[in-house]
């Protein structure tokens, strides 16, 4: 249990087997053509490095912290 847990919130790349056992316990389909299944280290690192979305209107690839970028959206500014 503590390998998962390291494996998914330590810094370094787990081994194989620590990453197929993430795979299977916890898998995300993400709806990204080029990445369609994340797993929670996959989630956590886009977490812990701001690249994870909330926005609705962001793209799947940038919600899902899988653009290499954070989201910026581009919202229009309406004055009187």
């Not at 940038?62 to 581009?74: F, I, V």
């Amino acid at each position: 249990m503590m390998a998962i847990l390291k494996g998914i919130f330590q810094p370094d790349a787990p081994g194989e087997k620590v990453t197929q056992t993430l795979r299977s316990l916890c898998s995300v389909e993400s709806g990204v053509p080029f990445y369609p299944v994340l797993d929670l280290r996959d989630v956590w690192l886009a977490i812990w490095t701001g690249q994870l979305a909330s926005d609705p209107n962001a793209p799947l690839a940038y919600r899902w912290g899988l653009a290499g970028a954070a989201w910026e959206p581009s919202c229009p500014v309406y004055e009187d």
